[in-house]
T-cell receptor, first 114, second 111 residues
Framework: KQEVTQIPAALSVPEGENLVLNCSFT??????LQWFRQDPGKGLTSLLL?????REQTSGRLNASLDKSSGRSTLYIAASQPGDSATYLC?????????????FGRGTQLTVWP | SQTIHQWPATLVQPVGSPLSLECTVEGTSNPNLYWYRQAAGRGLQLLFY??????ISSEVPQNLSASRPQDRQFILSSKKLLLSDSGFYLC??????????FGPGTRLTVL
């Protein structure tokens, strides 16, 4: 069974710092990996989707990389802002399932203070 | 563009009462549909998924059930709620092997 781990569980930084959030998964046979953002009491917002054949994806100040062989992904946030404060979730879709079933990590709770 | 709706947004129910949560998707057809639960201190747990009308698969045994009466409608139900059913319920949709999109969620408190 796929297991997804996110480190650190929580992170508190001053505004302007560049950040790295880590995600690891146990089974490298994946279709894709997705990063989400969740604000308190809200649903999940998709940030980036990396297909298994890709190495990275970028959107604005966000860059996600994927190293499938080692079972790792990182989310890089450049020049962090207080509005980036949220919980960031990593999820992988197993190659063994054609139904798009996602396995989630428990998230990294990020606080960016002014 | 596609949108996904859930209602109600918040629900407080007594133990033993029935439950019905609704999810609808607009702007797409033949989506895969999913119900997740997010309990306090725990990660997201997949409860049910559906690849078509009337086709429901359950991930975990529980006193909840799901139905898909229309292509873009997904309903989560219970005949008798338990305290342990409290949590944040999220509906999601995707096309196979593609990006998954989530609704705003329903906060359920069982007293």
């Amino acid at each position: 069974k796929q297991e997804v781990t996110q480190i650190p569980a929580a992170l508190s930084v001053p505004e302007g710092e560049n950040l790295v959030l880590n995600c690891s998964f146990t089974d490298s046979a994946i279709y894709n990996l997705q990063w989400f953002r969740q604000d308190p009491g809200k649903g999940l917002t998709s940030l980036l989707l990396i297909q298994s054949s890709q190495r990275e994806q970028t959107s604005g100040r966000l860059n996600a990389s994927l190293d499938k062989s080692s079972g790792r992904s990182t989310l890089y946030i450049a020049a962090s802002q207080p509005g980036d404060s949220a919980t960031y979730l990593c999820a992988v879709a197993d190659r063994g399932s054609t139904l798009g079933r996602l396995y989630f990590g428990r998230g990294t709770q990020l606080t960016v203070w002014p | 563009s596609q949108t996904i709706h859930q209602w109600p947004a918040t629900l407080v129910q007594p133990v033993g009462s029935p439950l019905s949560l609704e999810c609808t998707v607009e702007g797409t057809s033949n989506p895969n549909l999913y119900w997740y639960r997010q309990a306090a201190g725990r990660g997201l747990q997949l409860l049910f998924y559906s690849v078509g009308i009337g086709q429901i698969s359950s991930e975990v045994p529980q006193n909840l059930s799901a139905s898909r009466p229309q292509d873009r409608q997904f309903i989560l139900s219970s005949k008798k709620l338990l305290l342990s059913d409290s949590g944040f319920y999220l509906c999601a949709w995707s096309h196979p092997q593609d990006e998954q999109f989530f609704g705003p969620g329903t906060r359920l408190t069982v007293l």
